[in-house]
């Protein structure tokens, strides 16, 4: 592919590339058996685990051997089914279930996709059945959602293409793509279509610190796909956009509230600001099922606090014991800082809420 200029004004790579390959789905619902992709050892192992049990998809949710809002619904929504066949030990089907629902759900507190997702599948149990029935009822439901999320991924991505102008430049934080969601991911959804139709682009992906979701996911699966990409240190964004290195921002979301205000992986409110102070246009990619009306603001999101290793240890180096960490793993993005949201329902743009009513 010969280098093209983009209006940053630099050559995009014209080296050799790889044939692309499809990226591998983060979560598996095949004969019964739920298998979810461990993401902490991408991209050097492809493997997915087996779940045995609600347990197991809980622990794999905290572990984020699954991650990114959707796919951890995703995840829960077949969790739920799990827990309709495991054994009793005495307790009702309905004990059983409500007690999975309340442990998948607190399984990580900040994406609303989580909650959202097990509600929605508890919603088809009905006591009133046998065990089977409700089995199969609670199945189809999670298949349902499954299958939705990777229709929606590609109403977000048509609802996006137009913002990738031929030889621009696009800034992405953490993975909200295919291994967050399904298919096309949300944030990378414009990007993938984009690509399809032939605009050359080039994506600058932040690595993401401390588990490196940008470094580990999103680069390598854009990079699979044959999407020019540039991995970047977190701390080089506004760098490059004092350069006029970057020409717009794309990100997904972990929850937008009623006002607008966005919730997402932490280090995307600083991308915000700087965008605002360079006058870059900073988008938000999101499906409904991550617009929260029932929560008003952005602060009233409780923020997971990660543990203190992730940020401990580096290349086997240990920082000592006795020096404080805090590891808060999201940030709240005000909404007067959104250019607009991608959405399934189409490009929103301000004034926020009243523009967002649309994905309720
Ligand atoms: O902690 P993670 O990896 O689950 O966080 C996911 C994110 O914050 C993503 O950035 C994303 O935007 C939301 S998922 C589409």
Redesign the pocket.
């Known amino acids: 592919m010969p280098a093209v200029e983009g209006t940053t004004g630099f050559p995009h790579n014209s080296s050799p590339k790889p044939a692309p390959k499809p990226i591998p789905e983060p979560v598996r619902w095949r004969h019964e058996t739920l298998e979810i992709l461990d993401?902490r050892l991408l991209p050097g192992t492809v493997h997915y685990d087996v779940q045995t049990g609600v347990h197991s998809v809980a622990t794999a949710i905290r572990e984020?051997r699954v991650?990114?809002?959707?796919?951890?619904g995703i995840a829960a929504a077949y969790g739920v089914v799990l827990a309709a066949r495991e054994a009793g030990g005495g307790d009702s089907l309905q004990q059983r279930l409500t007690s999975a629902a309340a442990t998948l759900t607190s399984a990580?507190p900040?994406?609303v996709?989580l909650a959202w997702a097990v509600k929605r599948v508890m919603a088809r149990f009905d006591p009133t059945l046998d065990a089977d029935t409700n089995y199969l009822r609670l199945r189809t439901e999670a298949e349902a959602l499954h299958a939705e999320d990777r229709r929606i991924c590609r109403a977000i991505g048509a609802a996006g293409v137009e913002l990738i102008k031929e030889g621009s430049s696009i800034m992405t934080?953490?993975?909200?793509?295919a291994l967050?969601?399904s298919e096309l991911?949300?944030?990378t959804a414009p990007m993938y279509l984009a690509h399809r139709s032939g605009i050359r682009f080039r994506v600058f992906a932040n690595e993401?610190r401390p588990?490196l979701?940008g470094a580990r996911?999103t680069a390598w699966e854009l990079d699979r796909a044959g999407i020019d990409v540039t991995l970047v240190c977190d701390n080089a964004a506004g760098h490059l956009m004092a350069g006029g290195q970057v020409d717009l921002v794309i990100?997904?979301?972990?929850r937008v509230t009623a006002n607008g205000d966005v919730v997402?992986?932490?280090g995307?409110a600083t991308l915000a600001i700087l965008c605002d102070h360079f006058d870059i246009p900073f988008y938000v990619?999101?499906p409904s099922s991550?617009f929260d009306p029932d929560t008003p603001r952005g602060v009233d999101v409780e923020i997971?606090e990660?543990p203190a290793e992730e940020v401990r240890s580096f290349e086997g180096l240990e920082i000592p014991g006795h020096i404080q960490i805090r590891n808060p793993?999201?940030d709240v993005t005000p909404r007067a800082l959104v250019t607009g949201f991608v959405t399934n329902r189409g490009l929103l743009g301000p004034p926020y809420p009243d523009t967002l009513s649309v994905l309720k």
């Open positions: 993401q984020l991650r990114g809002a959707p796919a951890i990580r900040t994406a996709n934080h953490c993975n909200a793509g967050a969601v991911g949300t944030a993401t588990v979701q996911l990100v997904g979301a972990d997402n992986k932490i995307t990619a999101c991550t997971e990660r793993g999201f």
